[in-house]
């Protein structure tokens, strides 16, 4: 009788390790992204999720979503994965103090949480994975200050800087990064804006007024990304500015790469998405099979990882971007860019 009911909660143990297994591995995982005003969410962010999420859990259902840039919207797809059963949601916030309380419901319910891209300041997430924001604004306001000391820009000169959506805390980190790469600089802000939802076209409405008011006066733009850097880069070009003064970016979208090609745009940031978003999968697999992921440092309280990426001017494009294979050439060196490109030696 003993034995028996030795085998008897052994066969039942086993049986239920096994049910878990189970269910980790057929687990439901959300992926809910901020807005579609960068194409990066829909060409790599979620891609290279979805790839990564199928190598470590093929049985894994993926839940993609996008706000639009919607607070509301996000908070409607948020409850609705948790209806739907996700025991983890990787989640880039529209708003980054709304998304606290998503922090807060989903912890409630045993749902854990990966901030993705954007911290959640107010509220601990399980984790949170990006690139490092703040670094990324001190890079590229720094290669701006050397680019335009080097050129003989005068001290005292002045700059404006374009800032990212007010509600994003990821903006609020490339934000400080920039203030901390112009302060000691010799050159002064003459204005700065945070551009609503990373709107380009708000970008570009406020760079359109900063021309005609400091005109001649703005040696250079620091834009937070690409969108913002390609709305000012308009703005000068509406106005007849020749050449367009040296103008930041971030993300090395295919529109902003062109534009470095080009000589519109002094820089971008290459910082392949599907790096953090592979991340990001390794860590909600890890979550799902009950580990604790190892952090590599700490932010806003919580366990971080943050990936350190590249600037990329005219000098080394060829170098990070198309000797890495990130991008092809066929697919940046079209048009009126194919003479650019054989310039600096990406096409022969």
Request: aromatic content about 6%; proline content about 5%.
């Amino acid at each position: 009788m003993k034995i028996r009911s030795t085998l008897l909660a052994t066969a039942g143990l086993a049986a239920m390790l096994a049910g878990t297994a189970y269910a980790q591995d057929a687990a439901t995982v959300a992926f809910l992204m901020p807005d579609q005003a960068s194409t990066r969410y829909e060409e790599h962010d979620y891609p290279g999720f979805k790839a990564e999420m199928e190598k470590l859990c093929p049985t894994c259902t993926v839940i993609y979503q996008n706000a639009n840039a919607d607070v509301a919207l996000q908070q409607q797809q948020f409850n609705s994965v948790i209806a739907q059963g996700a025991k983890v949601i990787v989640l880039d916030p529209v708003d980054s103090a709304a998304a606290a309380a998503l922090v807060e419901i989903a912890q409630s319910q045993d749902v854990k949480v990966i901030a993705y891209d954007r911290p959640i300041p107010d509220k601990a997430a399980d984790f949170y994975v990006s690139f490092d924001n703040e670094g990324i604004g001190h890079a590229i306001a720094k290669s701006l200050v050397d680019h335009m000391k080097a050129s003989g820009v005068a001290e005292g000169s002045g700059v404006l800087q374009i800032n990212g959506s007010p509600t994003d805390a990821a903006a609020g980190l490339i934000r400080d990064g920039i203030h901390r790469g112009l302060k000691d600089s010799g050159y002064k802000t003459l204005a700065e804006f945070d551009t609503p939802e990373w709107a380009p076209p708000k970008a570009q409405e406020w760079a359109a007024g900063q021309i005609t008011r400091f005109g001649a006066d703005i040696k250079g733009v620091v834009a937070a990304n690409d969108g913002t850097g390609g709305g000012a880069i308009a703005a000068f070009k509406a106005a007849g500015v020749n050449p367009v003064p040296p103008v930041t970016g971030n993300d090395a979208t295919i529109a902003a790469l062109q534009l470095v090609i080009s000589g519109d745009q002094y820089n971008t940031i290459s910082k392949p998405s599907e790096i953090v978003a592979a991340a990001a999968a390794n860590i909600a697999v890890k979550l799902l099979k009950g580990e604790t992921p190892e952090a590599k440092t700490t932010l806003y309280e919580t366990p971080s990882e943050l990936f350190v990426p590249a600037v990329v001017t005219a000098e080394n494009i060829k170098a990070e971007i198309f000797d890495k294979g990130i991008q092809k050439p066929e697919e940046i060196c079209t048009g009126e860019y194919a003479e650019g490109c054989k310039k600096l030696g990406i096409t022969q």
